[in-house]
């Protein structure tokens, strides 16, 4: 049924219209992923050791080294990063790129390592 000067559409055919359109929207959410947002991850150094020793991230994840030590500490993995001295009370981020498993150490206490899996 058609009413108005503008032919507005009423009844079973307006129904229709509407049902349709949510369908198509329903179906363009699906077709289209929207990316994760990039999240934050914090690795502690203290008592000389990598508080998590192993973490997983994903690409385009930031990584914080935060030094809760009263000395400096260093998180490098060979010719992938390194955050050189990291003093005591500072931290240091990393946005990791770069796909793969990295083990990394502090270069000022050789025994402190872990590992940092990017997916």
């Not at 359109?21 to 690795?43: E, R, Y």
């Not at 000395?71 to 009370?89: L, Q, R």
Request: some cysteine.
């Amino acid at each position: 049924m058609r009413s108005g000067a503008l032919g507005s559409t009423t009844g079973r055919d307006g129904r229709q219209h509407v049902l349709i359109a949510a369908a198509a929207l329903s179906l363009a959410a699906f077709a289209a992923p929207v990316a994760a947002a990039p999240q934050t991850h914090t690795i502690v150094m203290e008592a000389t050791a990598f508080t998590p020793a192993s973490l997983t991230v994903k690409r385009g994840d930031r990584v914080v080294w935060v030094n809760k030590d009263p000395f400096p500490h260093t998180a490098t993995a060979a010719k992938v990063f390194d955050s050189k001295s990291v003093a005591p009370g500072k931290k240091w981020t990393y946005v990791a790129n770069k796909a793969g498993t990295f083990d990394y150490v502090c270069s000022f206490h050789p025994t402190m390592h872990g590992t940092l899996k990017v997916e």
